[in-house]
């Protein structure tokens, strides 16, 4: 189970779109803010969640401090437009295994959830 968490609602119903014809056995959920994502996150046993840093209150990179401080077994993607090299490496010392651009990175997303869901 993968969820994608992202205030663009165009963006995750088109991301889910794109990723179930690849993945017809996983189930996608999306959120659109912190406070949407978190009872994905305490109730659904997740394997990936795939999160963007600019969200309405509180950020992708306390979502993913949230995941990690809750020791949920759940592996991090962070996708973002915000693809500074600070938000780079704080993301990365927080746990997330990849950090991507949206723009430039977007056709490792398959290959990378693939992966992921594998292992």
Same mark, same amino acid.
Do not use: W
């Given at each position: 189970?993968?969820?994608i968490?992202?205030?663009?609602?165009?963006?995750?119903?088109?991301?889910v779109?794109?990723l179930?014809?690849d993945?017809?056995s996983v189930r996608?959920?999306?959120a659109a803010?912190f406070?949407?994502?978190v009872?994905f996150i305490?109730?659904?046993?997740?394997?990936?969640?795939? %999160? *963007?840093i600019?969200?309405?209150g509180k950020s992708?990179?306390? =979502? &993913?401090?949230y995941i990690?401080?809750n020791?949920?077994?759940?592996?991090?993607?962070?996708?973002?437009?915000?693809a500074?090299d600070?938000?780079?490496?704080?993301?990365l010392?927080?746990?997330?295994?990849?950090? %991507? *651009?949206k723009?430039?990175?977007?056709e490792?997303i398959p290959? =990378? &959830?693939a992966?992921?869901?594998e292992n």
């Open positions: 189970m993968v969820l968490v992202d205030d663009n609602v165009s963006y995750t119903e088109r991301m779109e794109i179930s014809e993945f017809q996608f959920y999306t803010s406070e949407d994502a009872p305490d109730s659904i046993d997740l394997q990936v969640a795939m %999160l *963007d600019n969200l309405p992708g990179i306390d =979502l &993913l401090n990690k401080n020791k949920k077994p759940c592996r991090v993607i962070m996708i973002t437009n915000q500074f600070s938000y780079r490496r704080k993301c010392e927080l746990g997330a295994e990849h950090f %991507l *651009d723009t430039s990175d977007f490792k290959v =990378l &959830l992966e992921m869901l």
